[in-house]
Nanobody, 123 residues
């Protein structure tokens, strides 16, 4: 399983970026977007099921970040709007083929597959 993120970059506060996560196949996965700065724990910001259902956002991004997906391209997107300096991080997408309840979607240990990360800087 490969996860490849792209779309990171630098934006001024208040701006927008869209991150992409291209996968080999996500037919029936739990997936998440995480972020991390050096020296801090990796933080889950979005958790969801590729088969549908609710999407879960952390309080720090709720109302500003939105996920979407293109099934034909096996690609997930993280739309980040109204960005803040605190959003400066390396962003990772993650996946697991196991089925977890929503309470586990923000836990790093839930996921066995990770992308390489893409850097986002908000000034």
């Amino acid at each position: 399983v490969q996860l490849v993120e792209s779309g990171g970059g630098s934006e001024p506060a208040g701006g927008s970026l869209t991150l992409s996560c291209t996968t080999s196949n996500y037919a029936n996965w739990c997936m998440g977007w995480f972020r991390q700065v050096p020296g801090k724990e990796r933080e889950g910001v979005v958790g969801f099921y590729t088969t549908g259902g609710a999407t879960y956002y952390s309080d720090s991004v709720k109302g500003r970040f939105t996920i979407s997906k293109d099934n034909a391209k096996s690609t997930l997107y993280l739309q980040m709007d109204k960005m803040k300096a605190d959003d400066t991080d390396t962003y990772y997408c993650a996946a697991t083929i196991a089925r977890y309840s929503s309470g586990y979607l923000f836990a790093v240990s839930t996921y066995e597959y990770w992308g390489q990360g893409t850097q986002v800087t908000v000034s």
